[in-house]
């Protein structure tokens, strides 16, 4: 018998310095460049609290020294109690500081700005997130939400953690019961900062039925499990607004303020001043208002819209309104600087809107954007629009423009791609 020759198996270690290292080397310096015009500013521009961020101010300090959360020596539930609540965890650990709030915005905005990068590989390229994580590094009204006490900045780190981990929950088709219950976890903190995230779930469930759609029913039952995970996070906020306000808010009443204002005779599409009545009176005269009069209310929803994407200087403004010292001329009227800059960040996302419509013909991932970007427009389109209102979507903006700086470089293999396979029958049963 003739002997066998033994043959052995040689692997190919993977080369050092890949793509992977070299994007990883141009986001650092990215966060740098980031961090460096954040402090910048912060050091150069000191805004004193004032409106909202007086409030959320205010609300820290009592929750911090154990008096409740309340304003003016009463209860609230005008203001939703997230935000306010992280900054009284820094104010325990820091003292009533506005630096050391400001100096959280700033770790917040970066962390946003790290998980749009990875948002940008996960959907498109590593191309698209670098350049989407420069357009936020370099955009001046994160900079000036950075040195406003406002939950703006938060509210966007929880926003880009969520999508992240609502694709990697479906990567290999309809997330399980555990990544639902996470989610709904995160998506309930986060409505406790904003109630316009209060739905998410819908949109997000829509991306994982197109993701995945022979496991359609697994995914909607998914996404209603994250919606009843949220409400269970809520429920103690809502009891404690029964118990102490007499009234069941499930989050804010600061809703009613702006249902009302979206809905009335004299609705303009953003904020006008509100009736001197209780907060449910308001709700009662803002859904009678929309059952009465349809299509008049219908009829505002261009407005709000307008109000709600039509420029980005506000953030700038309220920084230089009130200040600990004044800053020259010059830098406080820079807010038309501010909006041409956003105006070719908006231009540039709706050509990659288009892309991203084209490229569903081949990858379902182009559609997470799209239906964040619809789902908040449409909410603000039932309330009221204000250009503060779409700072948490700026990554959705800056991902869509950086697909459209990409395209000429990346557009051959992004429609290569090929659909995700239906998976097999056993794992598309509801569980």
Known sequence: MRKRKRTTKTTIAPRKGGPGWRYAV????????????????????RPIPVSDFEAYDLLARSLSRGLGYG???GPSCLW?????????????AFGPSWDAAKGFNVAFDLAAIALTYVLGALL?????????ALALALWPSHWAYCGLIASETEFTLLLMLLLVLAFVAARKGAPTWRWAVALGVLLGVASLVRGTGLLLFL????????????????????????????LLVIAPWTLRNRLVL????????????ALWAGANPGATGTYVPTPAVADSEMRRLAISYIVNHPLRYAGYAWPKLKALIGSDYQAWNWSVASLERPVPLAVAARNGLICDYYRVILALAAAGGLLAILMLRVTSSASLPLLILGYWAG??????????????????LALLAALTLAAPFQWKQWFRR?????????????R
């Open 246 to 257: 007499g009234s069941a808010v499930l989050i804010s009443s600061g809703a009613y303020q």
């Open 379 to 396: 909410v603000h389109m039932v309330f009221i629009g204000v250009d503060r209102y779409h700072f948490p979507v700026t990554p959705l």
């Open 26 to 45: 141009l986001l650092a310096a990215v966060l740098c460049a980031a961090v460096a015009l954040r402090v910048a500013w912060l050091a150069y521009v």
């Open 418 to 430: 090929e659909r995700p396979e239906a998976a097999p029958a056993a794992r598309g049963r509801v």
């Open 71 to 73: 304003l003016w020596g």
């Open 124 to 132: 498109f390229s590593r191309l698209v997130g670098l350049l989407a």
């Open 80 to 92: 939703p109690p997230g935000y306010p609540f992280t900054l009284s965890l820094i104010y325990r």
């Open 203 to 230: 949109p997000i469930g829509a991306f994982w039925a197109l993701r995945w759609p022979g496991q359609w029913k697994a995914a909607a039952l998914r996404a209603g499990t994250v919606f009843a995970i949220c």
